[in-house]
């Protein structure tokens, strides 16, 4: 049986540095398109792929990113800073939309 995980595991440990970051850069690439392929299979019959996945990410990673600076600086995790995530977030759930 064909196992594409393992494949591309194979793949991606065979290959040299240069090739590891055009097939990173392809993957963004691909990635970054497909909201620009207006009408595509990724629209739900109630929401657009931007708004159902795109924004969803996006403020992820900024968290992520925000936790990277506070954590990796200080050494210390603050949970004040996922405090005020949660209330922008029940904000943005309740009167957001």
Avoid at 19 to 29: P, S
Avoid at 30 to 44: H, R
């Amino acid at each position: 049986m064909f196992n594409l995980r393992d494949w591309g595991a194979d793949v991606w440990e065979r290959s040299s540095r240069p090739i590891r970051v055009l097939i990173a850069l392809g993957a963004i690439a691909i990635a970054a398109s497909l909201p620009l392929l207006g009408g595509t299979f990724l629209n739900t019959p109630v929401a657009d792929y931007g708004s159902v996945l795109v924004f969803p990410v996006a403020i992820f990673v900024i968290m992520a990113l925000g936790l990277n600076i506070v954590i990796g600086k200080s050494g210390l995790l603050d949970l004040g800073y996922v405090a005020f995530f949660c209330n922008w977030c029940l904000y943005d759930g309740s009167f957001g939309h």
